[in-house]
Antibody, heavy 121, light 107 residues
Framework: EVQLVESGGGLVKPGGSLRLSCAAS????????MNWVRQAPGKGLEWVSC????????QYADSVKGRFTITRDNAKNSLFLQMNSLRPEDTAVYYC??????????????WGQGTLVTVSS | DIQMTQSPSSLSASVGDRVTITCRAS??????LAWFQQKPGKAPKSLIY???TLESGVPSRFSGSGSGTDFTLTISSLQPEDFATYYC?????????FGGGTKVEIK
């Protein structure tokens, strides 16, 4: 059974940093592109970032480019999102999502339960 | 970026009703369109991909159609567990983008 379990969310002040983790199991992690997708409270879904299966290519939404960094550890079946210079508008539930296709442009076949990031003073 | 417009934004329906949700892309996306279901406090769940392919384990009362710019999600006979918010997503062009959602409520 595919499982994605996020952790690392919490309350942080504007300008602060946070590192999210996603632990994957039930599939060969290194064979899949992995993504972060976020959802602000009461709002819709926004793709944030993608890491390709071999970690040789990453992509970011314009709203987080230069502030967020996606990495992965294929040996530990884990995905990470380092979030710096956080802004109140980054407040959201952050989901780890598996890409169905081996392209940056993909839909998502499995999602984690999400971790809440709150940016507030 | 490709804009995805869903309509309606919300609807009220009864158990057994046929429900149709529309998603329109701001440019041609071929059939690179997915549909998700989200219940309150839960993660989105994949229902349909490539516009009309049903995800494994999803009931056959769900169906998707369309290509180019206009797409439809249909629930043939609404069940109590189908009350949720539904999102479309295009994955033809970077960045992938989602529709604003359609909330299906109990009448």
């Amino acid at each position: 059974e595919v499982q994605l379990v996020e952790s690392g969310g919490g309350l942080v002040k504007p300008g602060g940093s946070l590192r999210l983790s996603c632990a994957a199991s039930g599939f060969t992690f290194s064979n899949y592109n992995m993504n972060w997708v976020r959802q602000a409270p009461g709002k819709g879904l926004e793709w944030v970032s993608c890491s390709t299966s071999s970690d040789n290519y990453t992509q970011y939404a314009d709203s987080v480019k230069g502030r967020f960094t996606i990495t992965r550890d294929n040996a530990k079946n884990s995905l990470f999102l380092q979030m710096n210079s956080l802004r109140p508008e980054d407040t959201a539930v952050y989901y780890c999502a598996r890409g169905r296709w081996l392209t940056v442009t993909t839909d998502f076949d499995y999602w984690g339960q999400g971790t809440l990031v709150t940016v507030s003073s | 970026d490709i804009q995805m417009t869903q309509s309606p934004s919300s609807l009220s329906a009864s158990v057994g009703d046929r429900v149709t949700i529309t998603c329109r892309a701001s440019q041609d996306i071929s059939n690179y369109l997915a549909w998700f279901q989200q219940k309150p406090g839960k993660a989105p769940k994949s229902l349909i991909y490539t516009a009309s392919t049903l995800e494994s384990g999803v009931p056959s009362r769900f169906s998707g159609s369309g290509s180019g710019t206009d797409f439809t999600l249909t629930i043939s006979s609404l069940q109590p567990e189908d009350f949720a918010t539904y999102y479309c997503q295009q994955y033809d062009r970077y960045p992938v983008t989602f529709g604003g959602g359609t909330k299906v409520e109990i009448k």
